[in-house]
């Protein structure tokens, strides 16, 4: 009979994975939006405090960092991240430890994010890294910001790489992704208002209708994707609101229209926000009408360097073999602040499976939307692993 002195595979006594899904289980309960995860951060940090590291502060208003000492403390440091924040979304899971807050739930499991990154922190302390590990508890994932604040919180001071991971249920337990290249999209948004002149819906050619010209704008950017940008490469356009009018016999003096812009190379990315702007405004003009435009930078592309990936695949490897590494597959064009990072320091992001055996195939962003509780433990010990590659592949780099 297994006790709770004896380690697993991947390095939990049995008494240490059930207080980690606990946490798990508390975190999932409570959900809170961006930078309003006060309960969670404070959470997290008495846990990690039990584990005395070497620095242990609050930063960028809900974010928490810690510094996990390493066996050779001149040795390269590396850092992993999980994000806290959760989605105004009403639970509809059906979990014994389903969201007590009404119409907010972790629907894109950064719960399990925050567990298992925790759980790499758990095992860091008891099998260091060569250099020191720096753990980052990050807020706001959902509204592209709490990356940014964090760097500029100063959290990868001193970091030469950088590592996390997402669950995704379109893959088993015990399933990794971490592939080179393009993983997430940019993810921009656009609004446009078009002014026009109101009038009396039965005399329409005494005014000029915003709403007829919104209708030209939503169906001329479809064509940006279609025939402004090479078809061997990805992107989006999606207008996502239309809102004009008060009333079916009166034409509104404007309309407005915002959306979302997704790609996965910076040239791509420059065709989007440049035809959004001249689509909408020529447009207007066509119709009589004045187009304020706004293109708002968002967070930037996922792609993954060669090195770093292969650190990771090593790790996963070791830990579970070469079958558990998977191909994505289908390119992700979610948006994923962990890109922010990226631009500062080489690392990867990665994937987990987060599908139970017999389970189906849920998108994150819904109602239904859970990870399993045993990728929890999976996903601690990979990014452990991770890290420990990394900080070693760091270190023989510097003494060569």
């Not at 095992?123 to 060569?130: G, I, R, V």
């Not at 604040?149 to 001193?158: F, K, S, V």
């Amino acid at each position: 009979m297994t006790t709770g002195s004896t380690k697993r595979q991947d390095g939990f006594t049995d008494e240490a994975r059930e207080a980690l899904l606990l946490v798990r289980h508390d975190l999932h309960q409570h959900p809170e939006l961006a930078f309003h995860e006060e309960r969670t951060a404070q959470k997290l940090y008495e846990a990690l405090e039990r584990l005395k590291p070497a620095r242990l502060d609050r930063v960028a208003g809900t974010g928490v960092v810690a510094r996990i000492c390493g066996r050779d403390p001149h040795a390269p440091t590396v850092a992993l991240r999980g994000d806290i924040d959760a989605l105004p979304i009403q639970e509809n899971t059906g979990l014994p430890f389903s969201s007590r807050h009404p119409g907010i739930m972790h629907a894109c499991g950064h719960d399990v994010h925050a567990t298992w990154t925790l759980g790499a922190a758990q095992l860091l302390a008891d099998q260091p890294a060569d250099g020191d590990v720096v753990i980052l508890f990050q807020p706001a994932e959902e509204t592209g910001k709490g990356a940014t604040a964090m760097i500029e919180a100063g959290a990868l001071e001193g970091v030469q790489a950088v590592f996390g991971a997402h669950v995704d249920r379109r893959f088993r337990v015990g399933e990794v992704v971490a592939d080179a290249g393009p993983l997430a999209a940019s993810a921009d948004t656009f609004s446009i208002e078009l002014i026009g002149s109101g009038g009396h819906g039965a005399r329409p050619h005494e005014g000029a209708d915003p709403i007829v010209g919104a209708a030209a704008v939503v169906t001329a950017l479809q064509t940006i994707v279609s025939r402004l940008v090479n078809p061997a490469t990805a992107a989006v356009v999606t207008v996502g609101t239309l809102q004009a009018g008060t009333a079916s016999n009166i034409i509104p003096d404007r309309a407005f229209l915002t959306g979302t812009l997704r790609a996965i190379d910076p040239d791509t990315r420059r065709t989007l926000h440049d035809s959004v702007q001249t689509i909408a405004k020529a447009i207007a003009e066509a119709h009589g009408l004045t187009a304020n435009v706004e293109v708002a930078v968002g967070t930037p592309p996922i792609v993954n360097p060669e090195e770093p990936v292969g650190w990771a695949r090593t790790a996963v490897t070791t830990l579970l073999g070469s079958d558990a590494l998977k191909p994505l597959g289908t390119l992700n064009m979610g948006g994923e602040d962990f890109a922010f990072y990226l631009e500062e320091i080489p690392g990867c992001f990665l994937r987990v499976g987060a599908r139970e055996s017999g389970g189906e195939i849920i998108p994150a962003h819904n109602p239904h939307f859970y990870a399993s509780d045993e990728c929890v433990p999976v996903g601690a010990a990979v990014l452990a692993e991770t890290a420990r590659v990394a900080s070693a592949a760091l270190r023989g780099r510097r003494n060569r």
